[in-house]
């Protein structure tokens, strides 16, 4: 168990619609990350957080959208979703996002399913 | 372009002997590399890192190397058990210095070690 929760574990919705994933990070971590795992493809960087504020976004749509909050957990907002969306969506956490001796420790996953 | 490239989709070794995972990567400013190992059904798990002022960092069984000039990193485990049967990812970051800590990772290689 690495400390890092992630719900829920699955969702099933349609095309168009929207979603929330959920994100607590390990007691005492002010990092979150989130990443997509699709069918086949490695973990891609969505977007880093540190202490509620955005430090870097990767290959985020603009239909994502995402937010950390004061009690330092994280929400993924997916939006006018298609079906190429369906992934596996990763959280992260890791004490100050400066990567070297900084490891970041996984959740879960959330597994989203868009029919 | 993939930044981090794992070739080799699957390895299959027997138990008791070494296996070798490899990875290459075209970004010079990359100054920390990790390898995660991730079961079915749930995140990846750090298993060990290095940094780019090392060529090589040991962990019990599993010692990963480093060859910044032909841009090369590998990771050995050995002895290879059953339990170590995953897909195991190669990351690597241009976090140390302050920048992002993001990670971008291989595709992943399946290691299957058997009886």
């Known amino acids: 168990d690495s400390g890092v929760t992630q719900t829920p574990k699955h969702l099933i919705t349609a095309t168009g619609q929207r979603v929330t994933l959920r994100c607590s990070p390990r007691?005492?971590?002010?990092?979150v990350y989130w990443y997509q795992q699709s069918l086949d493809q490695g973990l891609q960087f969505l977007i880093h957080y540190y202490n509620g504020e955005e430090r870097a976004k990767g290959n985020i749509l603009e239909r994502f959208s995402a937010q950390q909050f004061p009690d330092l957990h994280s929400e993924l907002n997916l939006s006018s979703l298609e079906l190429g969306d369906s992934a596996l969506y990763f959280c992260?956490?890791?004490?100050?996002?400066?990567?070297?001796?900084?490891?970041?420790?996984f959740g879960p996953g959330t597994r989203l399913t868009v029919l | 372009d993939q930044q981090v490239k794992q070739n080799s989709p699957s390895l299959s070794v027997q138990e008791g002997r070494i296996s070798i995972l490899n990875c290459d990567y075209t970004n010079s400013m990359f100054d920390y590399f990790l390898w995660y190992k991730k079961y079915p059904a749930e995140g990846p798990t750090f298993l060990i890192s290095?940094?780019?002022?090392?060529d090589k960092n040991e962990d019990g069984r599993f010692t990963v190397f480093l060859n910044k000039s032909a841009k090369h990193l590998s990771l050995h485990i050995v002895p290879s058990q059953p339990g170590d049967s995953a897909v195991y990812f190669c990351a690597a970051s241009a976090g140390y210095g302050g920048s992002q800590g993001n990670l971008i990772f291989g595709k992943g290689t399946k290691l299957s070690v058997k009886p």
């Open positions: 992260a956490s890791s004490v100050e996002g400066q990567g070297f001796g900084d490891e970041q420790f």
């Open positions: 007691s005492g971590d002010l990092s």
């Open positions: 290095i940094s780019s002022i090392k």
